[in-house]
């Protein structure tokens, strides 16, 4: 259900009909909910959606993937969606509880368009890319099922805490580089969160003001793919709040970084 919440609303309040959108589903290594968000994707586009990993960063690769389909192929609409569903798998799993009580469900979605001129006025523009992969940490999150079919899970919070502080920092600096401007002009942050202690250690080192993170994870948990999406989702709304009071740009510069196991990461920004 919450794929097809997150699918069918964003084309109707943009008015975007279902037949001229290409469906593209992003998710987690450990999403339960793929079969049932690919029918309710195809369900309510009436074409079959692509399906881009990438765990906790999905939602990323899913928008470079969008973007790489509007420039090459002929459709003009892509719809962007991630969902998760970590209750009904975790539920019954062996992992420990402090583990469990991290995540939580949610689902996003994201409707991108080829632009008509190069004009932006008020468009919000989706930038490049940076990504990567390591495998350092990758002993840090395991998971494989059980004899019984359960998830059991190896789970080293400090060890992977870390390492998702040090390569958001990394993903930050690639964009900077990207967009040729400092953190410090960031509008928004959109974040992949895995826990708010760690987003908030993260915003103190490398000097954001935590006004500028959406900080899901306070009331919703690690939303797993879909958290960087639901952040993205709350960073344009707060973005259009503001340009409507007049207390911001009408253009912000929004940088979105998610990082997850294995280590994999990836960011853009919107302009």
């Known amino acids: 259900m919450l794929a097809i919440e997150g699918s069918v609303k964003p084309g109707r309040e943009i008015r975007v009909s279902p037949t001229l959108t290409e469906p593209i589903r992003a998710w987690s290594s450990g999403c339960i909910m793929c079969s049932v968000s690919a029918r309710a994707v195809r369900g309510s586009c009436g074409r079959a959606p692509l399906d881009v990993g990438g765990a906790c960063g999905g939602v990323v690769y899913a928008l470079m993937a969008a973007k790489s389909l509007l420039c090459t192929a002929?459709?003009?609409?892509?719809?962007?969606?991630?969902?998760?569903?970590?209750?009904?798998?975790?539920?019954?799993?062996?992992?420990?509880?402090?583990?469990?009580?991290?995540?939580?469900?949610?689902?996003?979605?994201?409707?991108?368009?080829?632009?008509?001129?190069?004009?932006?006025g008020s468009i919000n523009r989706l930038g490049d890319f940076v990504c990567g992969c390591s495998g350092t940490f990758a002993s840090a999150l395991e998971m494989s099922l059980g004899e019984r079919g359960q998830l059991d899970v190896q789970f080293k919070g400090e060890q992977l805490a870390s390492a998702a502080i040090g390569t958001l920092d990394r993903v930050l600096g690639d964009l900077e580089i990207a967009v040729g401007k400092p953190r410090s002009?960031?509008?928004?942050?959109?974040?992949?969160?895995?826990?708010?202690?760690?987003?908030?250690?993260?915003?103190?080192?490398?000097?954001?003001?935590?006004?500028?993170?959406?900080?899901?994870?306070r009331t919703s948990g690690n939303l797993g793919s879909a958290t960087c999406g639901v952040s993205l989702c709350a960073a344009l709304t707060r973005a259009q709040r503001d340009s409507d009071n007049s207390s911001a740009p009408s253009m912000p510069l929004i940088f979105v970084a998610a990082v997850g196991p294995g280590l994999v990461w990836a960011g853009t920004y919107i302009h």
């Open 74 to 120: 002929s459709r003009h609409v892509a719809l962007v969606v991630a969902s998760e569903v970590n209750s009904r798998r975790l539920a019954r799993s062996q992992a420990p509880g402090e583990f469990r009580g991290l995540f939580g469900d949610a689902a996003c979605a994201l409707v991108l368009t080829r632009s008509a001129g190069a004009d932006g």
């Open 185 to 217: 002009a960031a509008s928004y942050f959109a974040l992949h969160e895995p826990n708010p202690r760690v987003v908030e250690i993260f915003a103190h080192r490398s000097g954001i003001p935590a006004e500028k993170i959406a900080m899901v994870s």
